[in-house]
């Protein structure tokens, strides 16, 4: 008997099995078959309202980034640094463990923030998900987005902006627990002394968006 | 709980796997895409402790049944379809000899040789999703593999044709 791929022996269905090689010319693994499955599988999910995250990687000049979105809208941007297994672990977690590899629910988003990195884009013009942020940060959050491109603002002068001046360490947290970096712009938030400070996408993350920003 | 995309990653293969050895390549897909979907609406319910592949093979095996009774009320006389050749032309391919060979089966047979060979259940779990006793499960899938040994593979002409 021929055997048409080096598979069968990984399984039960392994010589030294009852089975023996039976089995061997039905294959284990099918990636084509199953890539066409996973893309029915999510479209499916999508058509009737039970794919709760969708999400996808994107290579950028910051690295990779997990782009995630609910039926409301992008919920979670994190970088490779972040670790993309754990993050999605946490959106299982925090949202629906109804999670998919699904590209398409981020088209829009992706060719968005692809434009920005071309140097393309200033704003962004997406519907956002907030439901990861709470409270005063939330509050920091949405002051960012005034914040213009090319445009930083310092730590102390965030915390007066949002009513509370002397939250600055607040404003650091708000800023490092960000759910939606690089869409809403903590990057440009940065030490008094202009430096860049901390970043959850680390610091080499931070400076490209910065000189990506300031060379436009 | 982990994301379902894992659940999907980890396992889809081997439901397919099932689902061809149970269905053949016609109707595998579609009982994958339905199992899948159903799994997805009832996942966050599973509780943490649950044996995923046994519950996926238990929708699966639900999903079979329903597509073959749809497969049987087609108006196809079955007589008049020719044989089916193999997709890959390979005599030997899966969805040749292998899938005549397994359609032949009884479909209790069929079923416990996917579910204990393919899908790695042990009998008790087997016995659960398709009835009747651990020890029965263990035969059908025994009486199962001893069928094929006679009819697959020597039953292939040099044409490439079963009969």
């Keep these: 008997m021929m055997t048409t791929s080096a598979s069968a022996s990984a399984s039960g269905s392994g010589s030294g099995s009852p089975a023996g090689h039976l089995f061997d010319t039905l294959p284990e693994q099918d990636a084509p078959a199953l890539e066409r499955l996973r893309e029915r599988l999510s479209a499916q999910a999508q058509r009737e309202g039970v794919l709760d995250v969708a999400y996808r990687t994107l290579a950028t000049p910051a690295g990779d980034l997990l782009l995630a979105a609910t039926e409301q809208g992008l919920v979670k941007v994190a970088f490779a640094v972040q670790d993309h297994d754990r993050v999605l672990q946490q959106l299982a977690g925090a949202i629906s463990p109804r999670v998919l590899s699904s590209p398409k629910r981020l088209d829009e988003t992706s060719r968005q923030i692809e434009e920005y990195f071309a140097g393309e884009r200033t704003r962004f013009e997406l519907t956002l998900d907030w439901r990861l942020s709470k409270g005063f940060r939330r509050e920091v959050l949405a002051h960012l987005q005034d914040i213009g491109y090319g445009r930083t603002e310092s730590y102390a002068q965030v915390a007066a902006a949002s009513g509370r001046p002397r939250a600055v360490r607040a404003v650091g947290t708000a800023c490092a627990t960000n759910p939606l970096p690089v869409v809403v712009p903590c990057h440009r938030v940065v030490r008094s002394d202009g430096s860049a400070g901390g970043y959850a996408g680390g610091a080499d993350a931070k400076r490209v968006l910065l000189s990506l920003e300031t060379a436009a | ?119 790695g259940l042990p009998y008790k779990e087997i016995a659960a999703i398709s009835g009747g006793s651990a020890d029965a499960a263990r035969r059908a899938a025994a009486d199962g593999i001893k069928n094929l040994r006679t009819t697959y593979p020597r039953v292939i002409d040099p044409m490439g044709a079963t009969r």
């Design chain 2, 1 to 119: 709980m982990q994301p379902f995309e894992q659940i999907v990653a980890g396992h889809g293969a081997m439901v397919l796997r099932v689902c061809r050895a149970v269905l053949g390549p016609d109707d595998a897909e579609d009982a994958w895409s339905e199992t899948f979907l159903s799994a997805l609406k009832a996942y966050p319910e599973l509780p943490p402790d649950a044996n995923v592949e046994a519950w996926l093979v238990t929708i699966a095996h639900r999903k079979a049944i329903d597509v073959t009774r749809a497969a049987a009320r087609r108006p196809t006389p079955v007589e008049t379809v020719p044989e089916r050749v193999s997709r890959t032309g390979r005599p030997d391919d899966w969805d040749g000899d292998l899938w005549n060979a397994l359609r032949a089966l009884p479909a209790r047979q069929r079923q416990a040789v996917a579910y204990h060979y393919l899908a």
